[in-house]
T-cell receptor
Framework: DAGVIQSPRHEVTEMGQEVTLRCKPI?????LFWYRQTMMRGLELLIY????????DSGMPEDRFSAKMPNASFSTLKIQPSEPRDSAVYFC?????????????FGPGTRLTVT | AQKITQTQPGMFVQEKEAVTLDCTYD???????LFWYKQPSSGEMIFLIY??????QNATEGRYSLNFQKARKSANLVISASQLGDSAMYFC??????????FGAGTTVTVRA
């Protein structure tokens, strides 16, 4: 089975540019999560969706960040305009809502560098 | 608010020996789940083991076991018979009533041959 797919794996962009990160969750999973990992702040949840609906976006740092899930098999995280402090690894994860243990399966991550 | 504390930034262990990674948590919610993830140098996050707050027995998955001490609010990970491939960063995480995971700062494990 294919795991969570993220693209691109690496992104280098200049400050002020728009960045779009993409995620395809595991088929049949109805929860999708976006995380950010930095040395300073560790792993932090940005937003999560249930059945394509955003449930909690309290971790989104500011209005420059937006996330969408137009269907069950695709989600995007957009940063506009990007800033150097946005440089991080962004992970997408998915899980099912039922059963044990609500394990979240992580994608390989997108390493974003904003210069 | 939920909080996960991992006090060991880095550890060295000899191959074939056991190592214990500490994790303490803080929550007022009686129902919660505790997770351990492994992050090797390649960067992916790999689920290792899960313990529910109402589970009567400590969780085990192969060489991984979770030493769950509810009264002390600790959920230490024990890796038995360490292998070179166990060298990685290990994260403890907790989930309460919602589906959000809160992660600790992580512990780097280096296995020596």
């Amino acid at each position: 089975d294919a795991g969570v797919i993220q693209s691109p794996r690496h992104e280098v962009t200049e400050m002020g540019q728009e960045v779009t990160l993409r995620c395809k969750p595991i088929s049949g999973h109805d929860y999708l999560f976006w995380y950010r990992q930095t040395m300073m702040r560790g792993l932090e949840l940005l937003i999560y969706f249930n059945n394509n609906v955003p449930i909690d976006d309290s971790g989104m740092p500011e209005d420059r960040f937006s996330a969408k899930m137009p269907n069950a098999s695709f989600s995007t995280l957009k940063i506009q305009p990007s800033e150097p402090r946005d440089s991080a690894v962004y992970f997408c994860a998915s899980s099912t809502g039922g059963g044990k243990p609500y394990e979240q399966y992580f994608g390989p991550g997108t390493r974003l560098t904003v210069t | 608010a939920q909080k996960i504390t991992q006090t060991q930034p880095g550890m060295f262990v000899q191959e074939k020996e056991a190592v214990t990674l500490d994790c303490t948590y803080d929550t007022s919610d009686p129902s919660y789940g505790l997770f351990w993830y492994k992050q090797p140098s390649s960067g992916e996050m790999i689920f290792l083991i899960y313990q529910g707050s109402y589970d009567q027995q400590n969780a085990t998955e192969g060489r991984y076991s979770l030493n769950f001490q509810k009264a002390r609010k600790s959920a230490n990970l024990v890796i038995s018979a360490s292998q070179l491939g166990d060298s990685a960063m290990y994260f403890c995480a907790m989930r309460v009533y919602d589906y959000k995971l809160s992660f600790g700062a992580g512990t780097t494990v280096t296995v020596r041959a």
